[in-house]
Structures are given as structure tokens and as C-alpha cells.
């Protein structure tokens, strides 16, 4: 394994040490509201330290966008970024539903190097390095062999803020509920990302995310052989939040039964 993503899968599972702990007593948990349907808690924060602490001892010079604490100082400067997101799928955490992850990528000039998606839950750890593949655990992984959109499970995430976009959300979701095998959503995005690497899912698609959310499953799936993109099908995702992924030949059909439905704000 290469030594920073060695580094990186550290931080996660101290992480997941913190998450796991505090699982066992979800009724002591202390939630804040940062928008509505928003959450965040003391959990998020001190997996988010925990990251930190041992990505800067190994990095000090190393920039940081982290969703709870933001971009570091360091990041102007620094050609490295670590994007981390602590705790994917805070809802479900909050509720004892054992679905959430811990996600962390680098990137080095603003292209992908590195990735960590943990599963705390279930001790699965999700990791690619660029041009070296994707793994779950021990195991080299790859996108599923499913070529027809019919056949396939598709992931997905409910619009929970950008309300604007609900009606262009519900067009693609009411399409493509008949035109697919089925449509789930799990609420966590890292691991859904992290799904179709493995296979789990053949194809996956949100509007409205942010950086923390897709880094690290992107090269997930890149480095497991499938593809990725924004509604445009171009790769402005990390910017516009917009995502589209698959196997190659779902990526195709998803993209084209989610484009017609696009407005004016969400081009791409
Ligand atoms: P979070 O738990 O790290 O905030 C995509 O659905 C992403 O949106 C999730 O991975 C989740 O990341 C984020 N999200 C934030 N609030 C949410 C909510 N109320 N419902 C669903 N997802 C939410
Ligand atoms: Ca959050
Ligand atoms: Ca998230
Ligand atoms: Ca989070």
C-alpha cells in the first residue's frame, strides 16, 4: 500500500473508533441543527479531529477541506489537499441505522490520488490509489459486469436542501423507477459510491453534493473500472455537485434517461 494512503486509512479507522464508541450510546448524543434538515454532532467533530491529528503529524505542510471544520490555512499554498468528510450519513448515525462511513481523499493538484471510504459497522474498508485500482478490504474490486439499464440497481439520494431542484430530482426518479431493476437509498453517499465500485450497485445518481461527500468514491469508482460524471456528462461534478456513475455501459443509459429532465440551474 502506498505510505500516504497507509496514513490515510489510519485516520479512518481512528475514526471509526470514535463513531463506534459513541454508537453504543446514541442517547447521551447531543445533535445540532446547522440548516434545517441539517445535522450535526459531537461525533462528527471528534472524528473529524481524529482525522486531522494524524493526517497533520504525517503532513503539517498538507492543505485540509473538511466538512465540519472547512479549508485550512495550508490549503492556499499546498499542491496536496486532503477532503474529508467524518461521518457520511449523520441522519442515519443519529438513528442507529448502520449505514454511514467515514470518507477520505487526496488530491494533488486538484486530481485524485488517494481514497479511503471506512464502514465502521461492518469493518469494510474501501480503498484506490490512481492507476493502481480499487480494493474492499484485501480484495481487488471492480464495477459489475451489467450492461442493460433494466437489470440494474441504481443508488440514489434525496434532495434535502437545494429544494429548487426537487421537480428536475423527481422527473429523472419517476423515469427511471420503471427503466431500472429498482432504486435505493441508502443515505450515506461515500458508501453508495463505494457500492457501485464493488458491484453493489450498478449505477448511481445525486444532485446537490458536496466535495466531502464524492471525493474519495469517485476514484473509487474510476479505479474500479467504471465511470463518472455530471449531468452534462462532463466531469464539473466536484463543482456543480451533480453526479452520474456506473458501469460503463449503465453510465450510458442513466446519463441518457437523467438529461431531459435537466432545468436551467442544473445544466450540468
Ligand atoms: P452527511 O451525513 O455527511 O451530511 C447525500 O445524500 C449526502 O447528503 C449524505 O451523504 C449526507 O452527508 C448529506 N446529508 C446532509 N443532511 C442530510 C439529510 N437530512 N438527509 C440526507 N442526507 C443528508
Ligand atoms: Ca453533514
Ligand atoms: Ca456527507
Ligand atoms: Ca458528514
Known amino acids: 500500500m502506498h505510505p500516504t494512503l497507509t496514513i490515510a486509512v489510519k485516520a479512518a479507522r481512528r475514526a471509526g473508533t470514535v463513531i463506534n464508541r459513541a454508537s453504543m450510546q446514541l442517547d447521551i448524543l447531543t445533535v445540532q441543527t446547522k440548516s434545517p434538515n441539517d445535522f450535526v454532532t459531537e461525533v462528527d467533530q471528534a472524528a473529524e479531529a481524529a482525522i486531522i491529528e494524524v493526517l497533520r503529524d504525517a503532513y503539517p505542510e498538507h492543505g485540509i477541506l473538511a466538512e465540519e471544520s472547512g479549508e485550512s490555512a495550508e490549503s492556499a499554498n499546498s499542491e496536496y489537499q ?14 442507529g441505522f448502520p449505514q454511514y462511513a467515514i470518507s477520505i481523499a487526496l488530491a494533488k493538484n486538484g486530481v485524485l490520488e488517494q481514497a479511503v471510504v471506512y464502514d465502521p459497522t461492518r469493518n469494510e474498508l474501501f480503498t484506490a490509489t ?3 485500482g480499487a480494493f474492499l478490504n484485501d480484495r481487488r474490486i471492480r464495477v459489475s459486469k451489467r450492461t442493460r439499464l433494466n437489470d440494474a440497481l441504481i443508488g ?3 434532495p434535502y436542501r437545494e429544494f429548487d431542484n426537487i ?3 423527481l422527473g429523472m426518479f419517476k423515469d427511471l423507477t420503471q427503466k431500472t431493476a429498482g432504486i ?5 453517499a461515500a458508501l453508495d459510491l463505494s457500492y457501485v465500485a464493488c458491484g453493489r450497485l450498478d449505477g448511481f445518481w445525486e444532485m446537490g453534493l458536496q466535495p466531502w461527500d464524492m471525493a474519495a468514491g469517485v476514484l473509487m469508482i474510476q479505479e474500479a473500472g467504471g465511470l463518472v460524471s ?4 462532463e466531469a464539473a461534478y466536484m463543482e456543480t455537485g451533480n453526479v452520474v456513475a456506473g458501469t460503463p455501459k449503465v453510465f450510458g443509459q442513466l446519463l441518457q434517461v437523467i438529461q431531459p429532465h435537466r432545468t436551467a440551474s442544473t445544466r450540468a
Open 82 to 95: 486532503w477532503i474529508i468528510d467524518p461521518l457520511d450519513g449523520t441522519t442515519n448515525f443519529i438513528h
Open 130 to 132: 490512481k492507476g493502481r
Open 156 to 158: 440514489t439520494g434525496f
Open 167 to 169: 421537480d428536475a430530482y
Open 184 to 188: 435505493r437509498r441508502p443515505g450515506a
Open 230 to 233: 455530471d449531468l452534462a456528462g
